[in-house]
């Protein structure tokens, strides 16, 4: 059984940075990890993902340049480094993962994942 434990975020203003952090129980290390976010009234959307060795991430094209997704199998911990936060990327964030997903099309979509975490908050003000 996977379980993902979500941290970091918090209020910060625009044009800062943040660091959140998903700790996995499990096995994930062969896993492709994802992180999605869903802000009030719209549907979850995908942000970033990173293959189980770490040679491989894509990007949602809002976040690209500015997020860093990383893993550390070792800690069995994946990251999301958010710099130049805007006021758009207010949102609960969450990771996900499954054991069938690869990089293809279903890649950005919630409902091929299996396993999430409880999501953490990130707000931005201006």
């Known amino acids: 059984q996977v379980q993902l434990v979500e941290s970091g975020g918090g209020l910060v203003q625009a044009g800062d940075s943040v660091g959140l952090s998903c700790a996995a129980s499990?096995?994930?290390?062969?896993?492709?990890m994802a992180w999605f976010r869903q802000a009030p009234g719209k549907e979850r959307e995908f942000v970033a993902a990173i293959s189980w060795a770490g040679g491989r991430t894509v990007y949602a094209d809002s976040v690209k340049a500015r997020f860093t997704i990383s893993r550390d199998n070792a800690k069995n911990t994946v990251y999301l480094q958010m710099n130049g936060l805007k006021t758009e990327d207010t949102a609960v964030y969450y990771c996900?993962?499954?054991?069938?997903?690869?990089?293809?099309?279903?890649?950005?979509?919630?409902?091929?994942?299996?396993?999430w975490g409880q999501g953490t908050q990130v707000t931005v003000s201006s």
């Open positions: 499990g096995r994930t290390s062969r896993y492709i």
């Open positions: 996900a993962t499954d054991s069938l997903i690869s990089f293809g099309s279903r890649l950005t979509r919630p409902n091929e994942y299996d396993y």
